[in-house]
């Protein structure tokens, strides 16, 4: 197995907003693990691949929910017709052959499923698989990035204390208006002023975080929007199609969204 | 209802002369209709007649029956067994009113069953409250069902009621639709139930969205129905806008909002008044408005769309200051405007002439004081009487001037005209007037029980949190035997079991493998067939299963218990039996669904002696103990929310679940004995209510004021609040609410 699939060709676009690439590849030398933290679609998914790319090393993501059992990260057997076959999991596929494993969203996953990674995260460096009686040295360049929005979890959907202390953190926050602006115009291709104006009324929602919305627009939000208008919608069309309706159910918040973006068009 | 009745009416009509003609004459007509129909409106008159109506009536109502024809004769009946009660309670004139009226009625409320019935029901609770009002009051029928609703009616009903409970003369006002309240409320009825009531969620989004700052907007007084002001940081808005479309009421309050806030969010300078005259103070808050608008346009483009609806003056007719000032107005706003005038040119030139200036607070006291002299010298009259800033989006300007403490006579007029105060209208619910009597009595301090915590209490007229105000202290509950079941419990708690069977099951959730169990966990079975060959210990734990999801949630129920709640409604049922009636049997259902909640009631007398009542906690089954106490609950003392809702907070939080809701059960108003002016208590109730949801608690007023018009919707907000009309539908409503709130 060598994972070719897993491997990113192309270099996706990426727009450092800090320091974040120095602390990763630090860290990536030192072999630690490390934690993504911020709201959702404020570039978490895509910094951790443009970083997979840079270094070269293939990416394995898995997406947790609170259904997903251990055996669903380290593997289990399967019946075939001659008996039982050991089937590797993400994770240890990651760790047998050196890729960078990406557990997204990983206060979704039940608090017993993620102790899974606890050997992996200190200086062990390797993962025991019980079932099957074995344990697994990481590869060298095995590396674990979780990641989660501490915004909207609730305190009983908390990472254990023992797991947090495992990792090293980064925190993500949406950009300066000029550089979500540069973001915007590179990703989609549509004018800087329409990208600036976009982000002006993106900005405006995240005023109502916790005002009526739980979260404010994100820079995926924007970009959307930018989408639809390089297909030729409306400025409000498209603000309307992709922040306001996604965000909130409301009608009052929802009256009051679309009254702050005609009021931030020109 | 026999057919002895239509003997017995042509009988009695027979013997009286005035009535026989009428008779005749509407027998005629019956005689070719249903003789069920007949026979209805047979006992009807019979009803008329023992409760003396006196044949005014009686005609009237004959008149009605024989003018609306055979398809109405049901509502035409009931219509006249109501008129009977009426006259009983009120007398024949008031009877005879509602006969007369009785046409115009079916009229407006196209005859809706429903409608006309809650009509009758209003003026039945009127002539019970109220007699003698009642027959002028069904005269102003045209204005009172304008909209046809006789909801609304009954509503307008219990509100006057309510407001006026102590004052006479307020009552006699009120259903005179003079009262401020009374056109506050139908002023709201006819801009489609639009007051800031029910924009204010909507705008504090608007505001914090597009100032990025907690918005601080607050309702007037009633009377408060002309512009908006702003005083130290807080917009204050009018309840209503009188006279608006429909339509439009949103929007204004948004654009006078974005107004007002284009104002806060500028540094500003108080000008002195000094020796400025009327016409310049007004020229001045002209510019001033201009040029605050103007930069929250550069940072807001879209806001000139939302602002030039308003504007709607345009060159013609005769020249007046007022006129040529919301014409400058306009052309300041508007740059597609055009308009001839000089003087309008002027202040458009000098306007745009400062533009790269316009952050200088002091630009407007130049230009304004220059366009002033301009107007003055014009000679045209300027009435600072009748003077309001146009348009109406716009606030009274008074933030920007500072008022000498003696004003003198021109001065004040100006202050108060800006303010849209009526003078005439003395009849403002100024808190404190008596109109609002504390509602509790006063008790020795001896049964005061142990102190469970302090909490602080906001003041809202000095702004301040007073640290450790309140001291709520624990009230051992009183037992009572239960008793036997209320006649209606047992379809009530079967209704009730329906939605927790509705509701519980729901999302299932896997188990970890189970001894037993419908189908096999095919991990576990592999696991199982591998230890088998090699022979290592087996685990019999092979089956899956999927269960409900339990519900992780913890939910607090505090309960009313104040004086008002002995308060009984027409079926004899106190509002507290219905609280009881309705926590006994949510309580039953959630034992049954297995959540996780307590039950605490509430009164207090005065800040040193909030009682709290325990009567079940968290982990405490629901059993005939809970019971007994739920039954012990006896009416007393005054609402103080604000601790109440504090120490709940404090209940609410050490519990280790991902949800936590709090249900308030109140009949309406916060008091105490030792408050004045109740809307401190509401502020803070409101205050406490927002901190808590800031913490991750729900919370949801169940609230029975009918007619929607107490301060509940400002404590727990709109949304949060529900209000209950009848109280015999509370218990079925709170558990609909709590089944349908603890999906969420």
């Known amino acids: 197995m060598d994972l070719t699939d897993?491997?990113?060709?192309?270099?996706?676009?990426?727009?450092?907003?800090?320091?974040?690439r120095a602390i990763f590849e630090a860290a990536a030398a030192s072999r630690l693990p490390i934690m993504l933290k911020g709201p959702t679609g404020c570039g978490k998914t895509r910094f951790v691949e443009h970083m997979a790319w840079h270094l070269k090393r293939p990416l394995?993501?898995?997406?947790?929910?609170?259904?997903?059992?251990?055996?669903?990260?380290?593997?289990?057997?399967?019946?075939?017709?001659?008996?039982?076959?050991?089937?590797?999991?993400?994770l240890t596929a990651a760790v047998r052959f050196g890729a960078i494993c990406y557990l997204d969203e990983v206060v979704e996953a039940r608090q017993d499923t993620t102790v899974v990674i606890h050997p992996l995260t200190d200086n062990r460096r390797i993962l025991p698989l019980d079932r099957r009686g074995e344990l697994v040295a990481a590869h060298p360049d095995f590396l674990l990035i979780v990641s989660y929005n501490p915004g909207y979890q609730s305190a009983v959907k908390d990472l254990k204390e023992s797991t947090?202390?495992?990792?090293?953190?980064?925190?993500?926050?949406?950009?300066?208006?000029?550089a979500e602006t540069a973001i915007v115009a590179a990703e989609t291709g549509i004018d800087v002023p329409v990208a600036s104006q976009l982000v002006g009324v993106a900005n405006r929602t995240r005023n109502l975080r916790g005002r009526g919305l739980s979260e404010g627009a994100s820079t995926r939000m924007i970009v959307h929007a930018a989408k639809l208008m390089s297909a030729g919608v409306k400025l409000i069309d498209a603000l309307r199609a992709s922040i306001v309706l996604p965000l909130t159910d409301d009608a009052d918040v929802r009256e009051a969204l679309e009254a702050v973006i005609l009021a931030s068009a020109p | 209802m026999t057919s002895n009745d239509v003997d017995e009416i042509r009988r009695l009509s027979t013997q009286r002369e005035v009535l026989r003609a009428p008779f005749a004459q509407i027998w005629l007509r019956l005689e070719t209709i249903d003789t069920d129909l007949v026979q209805q409106w047979a006992s009807a008159s019979l009803a008329l007649f023992h409760v003396n109506a006196g044949p005014a009536c009686i005609i009237a109502f004959w008149q009605v029956a024989g003018s609306l024809g055979p398809g109405h004769m049901r509502l035409i009946s009931k219509a006249g067994m109501q008129a009977a009660n009426i006259c009983r309670l009120a007398g024949a004139k008031a009877a005879l009113a509602c006969l007369e009226t009785l046409p115009i009625c079916l009229r407006l409320t196209s005859v809706q069953p429903a409608s006309v019935q809650a009509w009758w029901h209003g003026l039945d609770r009127l002539a019970e409250a109220a007699p003698s009002l009642l027959a002028d009051t069904v005269r102003r029928i045209e204005i009172l069902l304008a909209d046809g609703d006789g909801f609304a009616f009954a509503d307008f009903v219990a509100a006057g009621l309510k407001a006026t409970a102590t004052n006479k003369a307020r009552r006699a006002a009120f259903f005179a639709l003079e009262d401020s309240l009374a056109q506050m409320l139908l002023t709201r009825r006819a801009g489609g139930g639009q007051g800031f009531a029910e924009c204010e969620t909507m705008l504090g989004a608007f505001i914090a969205g597009l100032c990025g700052r907690a918005p601080k907007l607050k309702a007037g007084p009633a009377n408060m129905t002309r512009r908006s002001m702003i005083a130290s940081g807080t917009v204050v808005m009018p309840p209503v806008y009188a006279g608006v479309a429909r339509e439009q009421v949103r929007r204004l309050y948004r654009a006078a909002a974005a107004h007002a806030y284009a104002h806060l969010t500028l540094p500003t300078v108080l000008h002195p008044v000094g020796p400025l005259k009327p016409m310049q103070i007004a020229l001045i808050g002209l510019i001033e408005d201009a040029r605050v608008e103007t930069l929250a346009m550069r940072d807001a483009p879209g806001l000139r769309h939302l602002w030039s609806g308003f504007h709607t003056a345009r060159p013609g007719g005769a020249t007046t200051a007022a006129g040529l000032m919301a014409r400058l107005s306009r052309a300041l706003l508007d740059p597609d405007y055009a308009d001839p005038d000089g003087f309008v040119e002027k202040g458009r030139a000098l306007f745009a002439e400062a533009s790269a200036r316009l952050t200088d607070p002091l630009l407007s006291r130049a230009i304004g004081g220059l366009l002033g002299n301009d107007l003055g010298q014009m000679r045209l009259q300027f009435n600072a009487k009748t003077y309001m800033v146009e348009p109406p989006y716009r606030d009274d300007n008074m933030h920007l001037w500072e008022l000498p403490e003696t004003p003198d006579d021109q001065l004040s007029l100006t202050v108060d005209t800006a303010r849209g105060v009526n003078a005439d209208n003395s009849t403002t619910p100024t808190p404190g007037d008596g109109t609002r009597a504390p509602r509790a009595r006063e008790t020795g301090q001896d049964d005061r029980g142990e102190l469970l915590a302090t909490y602080p209490e906001w003041d809202s007229s000095a702004g301040v949190e007073r640290p450790a105000w309140t001291s709520l202290r624990d009230h051992a509950?009183?037992?009572?035997?239960?008793?036997?079941?209320?006649?209606g419990e047992a379809t009530l708690r079967a209704q009730i079991a329906r939605l927790v069977r509705a509701r519980v099951v729901g999302r299932t959730e896997r188990q970890p493998p189970q001894q037993d169990g419908e189908e096999l966990d095919l991990d576990a079975v592999i696991k199982a067939s591998v230890a088998r060959r090699g022979g290592l210990p087996l685990d019999g734990r092979l089956y899956r299963d999927r269960r409900p999801r339990a519900r992780d949630l913890a939910t607090l129920i505090i309960v009313d218990v104040s004086q008002s709640t002995a308060a009984v409604d027409a079926s004899g049922q106190s509002v507290l039996a219905a609280e009881r009636a309705a926590v006994g049997a949510l309580a039953?259902?959630?034992?049954?669904?297995?959540?996780?909640?307590?039950?605490?009631?509430?009164?207090?007398?005065?800040?040193?002696?909030?009682?709290?009542?325990?009567?079940?906690?968290?982990?405490?089954?629901?059993?005939?103990?809970?019971?007994?106490?739920?039954a012990g609950?006896?009416?007393?003392?005054?609402?103080?929310?604000g601790a109440a809702l504090r120490h709940a907070g404090a209940e609410l939080a050490p519990q280790r679940t991902t949800r936590k809701m709090l249900f308030v059960l109140t009949d309406g108003e916060p008091s105490d004995i030792d408050v004045t002016h109740p809307q401190e208590l509401v502020e803070d109730a409101r205050r406490a209510c927002r901190s808590l949801r800031q913490c991750g608690i729900d919370v949801f007023g169940i609230v029975m004021d009918p007619a929607?018009?107490?301060?509940?919707?400002?404590?727990f907000g709109r949304h949060n609040t529900i209000h209950v009309r009848k109280l015999q539908d509370l218990p079925a409503k709170l558990a609909n609410v709590y089944f349908r709130l603890a999906q969420r």
């Open chain 2, 708 to 715: 929607g018009v107490g301060s509940a919707s400002t404590i």
């Open chain 1, 6 to 20: 897993d491997r990113i060709t192309s270099a996706p676009f990426y727009h450092q907003t800090g320091n974040e």
């Open chain 2, 477 to 487: 509950p009183r037992m009572r035997d239960p008793g036997a079941a209320e006649p």
């Open chain 2, 588 to 630: 039953s259902a959630l034992e049954a669904s297995g959540d996780c909640y307590a039950l605490r009631a509430f009164a207090s007398a005065g800040r040193d002696d909030v009682r709290l009542t325990r009567l079940k906690d968290f982990a405490e089954p629901f059993t005939d103990k809970v019971l007994a106490r739920l």
């Open chain 1, 60 to 90: 394995i993501t898995v997406a947790c929910h609170e259904d997903m059992t251990a055996a669903d990260l380290a593997g289990r057997y399967l019946l075939t017709a001659d008996g039982t076959v050991w089937n590797d999991g993400p």
């Open chain 1, 164 to 178: 947090k202390q495992r990792f090293v953190a980064i925190d993500f926050t949406y950009p300066e208006p000029d």
């Open chain 2, 633 to 641: 609950l006896s009416p007393g003392l005054s609402t103080r929310l």
